[in-house]
């Protein structure tokens, strides 16, 4: 699949200066990455916010910076938004050689039904939702599934071990043992009711008397 393109434009405008870029529908960013310079761009607001509805997590991007001979392979590394109306405010974007291996965090997307949940009640639990590994920027993947139709136990579990990754391509940097899905025994109804009955006054009682009002200072 071919790389997701978009074009910026080195930017000037630094500080509070940036909200007239926002209102002038351009979004601050930088561009950084190992032994690299900072460099600040602008983005068309509404091409990038297309780019970011249509990519993955770890999506390598080539990015062509106006008055530069060759796009630069990037992946976004920090979005900001408006907490109040989730508008782009700010993004950073990693530059990454295609031959050097990095670090990321991978998505873990579960998928399938358990027999534990659908026969004996269990409720099934996500545990842990990314795995960290290191790989090339091409060999990165979308996501992992974990298939929780292999838990038919209750108090069964799957494991960042149990995942299908590609240890010829990928190192894995998080423990094998963590702990990714699990489905959990239901409470039982008279444990929940039990202090509830305990707190409620027995029939006939008196109610319990107000208390006393202090006095005023």
């Not at 790389?3 to 909200?19: F, H, M, Q, S, Y």
């Amino acid at each position: 699949m071919p790389n997701v393109k978009l074009d910026v434009t080195p930017r000037t405008a630094l500080g509070k200066k940036t909200k007239a870029l926002r209102r002038g529908g351009q979004t601050p960013g930088n561009i950084f990455g190992h032994r690299l310079e900072s460099k600040a761009v602008q983005a068309d607001t509404v091409a990038l916010t297309h780019v970011l509805r249509g990519i993955t997590q770890n999506a390598i991007i080539d990015l062509t910076v106006e008055g530069e001979a060759a796009p630069r392979t990037v992946v976004v590394r920090a979005v900001e938004r408006n907490p109040l109306n989730g508008s782009l405010v700010h993004i950073d974007f990693f530059q990454v050689s295609m031959t050097e291996k990095m670090r990321a965090s991978v998505p873990v997307v579960m998928i399938g039904s358990s027999e534990a949940v659908s026969t004996y009640g269990g409720v099934l639990l996500q545990m842990a939702d990314s795995v960290d590994i290191e790989a090339l920027p091409g060999d990165i993947p979308a996501e992992y599934q974990v298939d929780v139709s292999r838990i038919t136990e209750l108090e069964q579990s799957l494991h960042v071990r149990d995942l299908d990754i590609d240890t010829a391509k990928v190192t894995l940097m998080t423990d094998p043992g963590v702990v990714v899905a699990r489905v959990a025994a239901p409470r039982l109804a008279a444990a929940e009711e039990a202090p509830a009955a305990a707190e409620a006054p027995a029939e006939g009682a008196a109610p319990a008397a107000a208390p006393a009002a202090e006095p005023e200072s």
